[in-house]
C-alpha cells in the first residue's frame, strides 16, 4: 500500500513537471508582432471599411441575381483612381463597390461587374401581323424545304391573316399550283366563320434537282360562298431561288395577297415591274416581277425565257443586265433586282428598255417583246407615267404592267 501511494505521488509530480517545461518551451518560439506601418493600417482600415459595406449590403434586397463564375471565385476587383482595374488580395466578401448599383453610385466609364444591360436581351418585335399597309388583301404564312436526295418540295401552309372576305361567315381554302404546271394542284382544307384561318397543312411536290429553281409556287386563296362557288381573293407568287431552297430545314416566309389581272393579256405579252430611283444615292432600282401571255416559238427544241434590262442615255446602251432563264412557261416569274448609277441630271436623257428573249439554243436568243419606259423624249401614256410616278416618290417602288410591243416596232 506504502508503495503504490508514493508511486502515484511520482506520478503526479512527474506530469506537473513536464506541463510546466511545455509552457516555457513554446514561449521561447513564439512570434514577435512587427510594428504596424502605415500602409498596412490603411489596407487594415479599408478591409474593416469594406466588411462593414459588405454587411449593410448583405441585408438589403438584390434588384438583379448575380452568381460569380467558377473560374473568378475567390478574387476581389476594385476600381483604382484612374478607372482601372486591379486585383485586390483575396476577400471572402465582394467590394460593394462592385456590386449591383443604384444611379447614385459614381464610378464613371468603369465597367461594373454583376450588372445586366436589358437592352442586349430584347428580340426584334414581330410586326409581321401588325403592320399591314393600306389597301392589303391579305396576308399568307408558308413554309419550304427541299429534300435533294429524295427530291421532294415540301411546303407548309401555317396561316393567313386580315382576308378581305365578302362576309364574316365566309369559307376560305387555298389551292397550291407549281407553276408552270398549272392543271394539277393541291388543296387545303377548308375554313368555316373565319378571316384569319390557322392551317398547318402540309403537302409535297415531286419534282427533280434539276428543274426545281425554275418552278414558282402559286398559292391561291378562295372564298367558298353557298352556292359553292370559288370566288379568288387573291394569290402569292413565290419563286423557288437557290436562296430559298439552302440547306436541309425548313425556312418560313410571308407574302402579302394580290389581285389577279382581270385584264387580258395583249398581243405579245405584258411585263410587270418596280422602279425606283434614289436621290441620295443616285441609284435607279429595277425590279421584274413576272410576265404573262407571251407568244412564244413553239417550233424551238428549247424553251426558256429571260428578260434583258438596258440603261440608255440618249439612246446609247449604258449598262445591260439580264435575268435568270424560265423555262417552259408563258407566264415566267422572276422576282430580280437590278441597280444602275444615274445621276440625277440625266434622267431627262436617260431611259430604260426591257426586252423579253427566249433563248433559241447556244448563245441565240429571239426577242419577244419590248417596252421602253422614260421621259416624255422617249415614251408616252403608261411607261411616261410609270417614269414620272417614280421621279415624284423617292425611294419608293412604283409597280405596274406594261403592254408589249412587237420586236421590230420602236
Known sequence: VIGGIVGGLLLLLLTG?????????CATFTYEELPETPATAISAASRR????RCQLYSRTQLSVPFIVPPSI????????????LSRAPQDPCLAPELLPHTSSSNLGDAGVVGTINPELYKFPEDTSETDFPDGCLGRLWFSVEYQQETERLLVGLIKARLLQAPSETCSLLVKLHLLPDERRFLQSKTKRKTSSPQFDEHF???????????RV???SVYHVNRQRKHQLLGQVLFPLKNETLAGDCHHVFWRDLEAESLEPPSEFGDLQFCLSYNDYLNRLTVVVLRAKGLQLQEDRSVVSVFVKVSLMNQNKFVKC???????GSVNPV????????ADATELDTASLSLTVLQSTGGDRSHPL???VVGPYMYTRGRELEHWDEMLSKPKELVKRWHALCGPTEP
Open 17 to 25: 513537471v513536464s506541463c510546466c517545461l511545455w509552457r516555457r518551451f
Open 49 to 52: 471599411q469594406g466588411d462593414k
Open 73 to 84: 471565385q475567390g478574387r476581389d476587383w476594385v476600381p483604382l483612381h484612374n478607372k482601372e
Open 204 to 214: 409535297i411536290f415531286q419534282v427533280s434537282c434539276k428543274s426545281v429553281t425554275q
Open 217 to 219: 409556287l402559286k398559292f
Open 321 to 327: 443586265k439580264k435575268t435568270s432563264a424560265v423555262l
Open 334 to 341: 422572276y422576282n430580280e433586282t437590278f441597280s444602275f448609277k
Open 369 to 371: 417583246g419590248r417596252v
